[in-house]
């Protein structure tokens, strides 16, 4: 079967850096995003790694194993604002969006 | 706001009510989507459109019955419900386009079952 896994949730201080991971199992892969989700809004876009490596846009940046099978997305500087869901989310073999259930950041002033 | 709307916000209905959920794309994308969020459960996809043409069903029960007449409207239409279909309902559009697949959401309708 497929499976996503990322932590459940996570806390971080105001200022700090955290790092959320996302771990997959899919039958093929076509590349990752990451979308972020504020309580009661639409999941907004992210990032999209499809290479190994890392891609920096600013304060978050994310990266991708493929060998591994996995991910992480880095938030930097954490703003009181950026508390809110982290999906993260695989295309599959048929080019379908497979999602985890999501990581609930906390963030601690 | 993403260029995607959905109409109602909030929805509460019986198990014998018919309602249905409105969904409209303002990107000119050529595929939309239905997603069932239930709290901390992965996004369940119930029905893939593109060009029009419904391509995934996903074993969604019939109560739910999706209509795409044309590319920027999308309805989902409840029939006899039940409380477990109490969720948040999610649209996204996309432009299906060689591997890349970013899809657009709106703020979804959260519906209660009673």
């Known amino acids: 079967g497929q499976n996503i896994d990322q932590p459940t949730e996570m806390t971080a201080t105001e200022g700090a850096i955290v790092q959320i991971n996302c771990t997959y199992q899919?039958?093929?892969?076509?590349?990752l995003f990451w979308y972020q989700q504020h309580a009661g809004e639409a999941p907004t876009f992210l990032s999209y790694?499809?290479l190994d490596g890392l891609e920096e846009k600013g304060r978050f940046s994310s990266f991708l194993s493929r060998s591994k099978g996995y991910s992480y997305l880095l938030l930097k500087e954490l703003q009181m604002k950026d508390s809110a869901s982290y999906l993260c989310?695989?295309?599959?073999?048929?080019?379908?969006?497979?999602w985890g259930a999501g990581t609930k950041l906390i963030i601690k002033p | 706001e993403t260029g995607v709307t959905q109409t109602p916000r909030h929805l509460v209905m019986g198990m014998t009510n018919k309602k249905s959920l409105k969904c409209e794309q303002h990107?000119?994308?050529?595929?939309m989507y239905w997603y069932k969020q239930s709290a901390k459960k992965p996004l369940e996809l119930m029905f893939v459109?593109?060009?029009?043409?419904?391509?995934e069903n996903n074993s969604v029960p019939s109560r739910f019955s999706p209509e795409c007449p044309n590319s920027s409207h999308l309805f989902l239409h409840l029939h006899t419900l039940q409380p477990e279909d109490s969720a948040l309902y999610l649209c996204?559009?996309?432009?299906?386009?060689?591997?890349?697949?970013?899809?657009?959401f709106g703020p979804g309708t959260r519906l209660t079952v009673l």
């Open positions: 996204a559009s996309s432009q299906v386009e060689g591997d890349y697949n970013e899809q657009f």
């Open positions: 990107l000119g994308h050529n595929a």
């Open positions: 459109y593109s060009l029009e043409e419904r391509v």
């Open positions: 899919t039958s093929g892969f076509n590349g």
């Open positions: 790694n499809v």
């Open positions: 989310a695989v295309l599959d073999s048929n080019y379908q969006l497979i």
